[in-house]
């Protein structure tokens, strides 16, 4: 279906691997068009978690792809820019979780599509950095917006103006990932979490992600009365009174997402 995109199901989990070997899995327009496409067409109904990773073991993705930017005038690349930055925040918004599983380099628009997911897993030979300054560029893809909301200001600043990648262990103690594991236990944490995920209410866990991320920039009250309406509409669906409903009885109800 997609030349550049792996797509697998398992149950109620969806696997996306960006496959460019050549380039290391380097984002181009082609890719990004197809990411949208598929994030377009994404079944929330049916699937209940998303992974994403790249092809091979050396690489999540590099960054976007040079050789495409290289000669790009000044609308070009705010065009280009402003793509990376739409599919991203359809990953962002997608009304299910989606799991970074970050497979070695993630430079660039690699790091910031790893940052534009709920989850980042990562193998211990994962580099993550932001070298945009050394060419003479920022960030394009919402980078300078999501990496100081991960790791605070400070690192942010450090990382951008430097350009310097940090391995996974540093990745981990600044809060940029969730967990570090062998490469070869990858793939199997991702899922491990993600089926946990999906064993839960697809509606409330939906909930809970559309409260966090709307309430990162609203005042406590707002945020707050925000999060109450979300709870209060938990108890118009069947899942909450079957689940409750179970949990009273010492039983076990496989959510429907209804």
Known sequence: MYEHLKIEERGPVAIMTISAPKSLNALNSAILAEMGDYLDNFDCHRLRCLIVTGDGEKSFVAGADISEMANLGVLQAQTFGAKGAAVFRQLETLHVPVIAAVNGFALGGGCELAMACDIRICSDNARFGQPEVGLGI?????????????????????????????????????????????????????????????????????????????????????????ETAAFGRCFTTEDQKQGMKAFLEKGKYEFQGK
Do not use: H
Not at 181 to 203: C, F, G, H, R, T
């Open 138 to 226: 920022i960030p394009g893809f919402s980078g300078t917006v999501r990496l100081a909301r991960l790791v605070g200001m400070g690192m942010a600043k450090q990382l951008i103006y430097t350009g310097k990648p940090v391995k996974a262990d540093e990745a981990l103690r600044i809060g940029l990932v969730n967990a570090v594991v062998p490469q070869a236990e990858l793939m199997d944490k991702a899922m491990e979490i993600a089926n946990q995920i999906a064993a839960n209410a697809p509606l409330a866990v939906k909930a809970a992600k559309l409260c966090i991320n709307a309430e990162w920039d609203m005042d406590a009250e707002d945020a707050i009365a925000f």
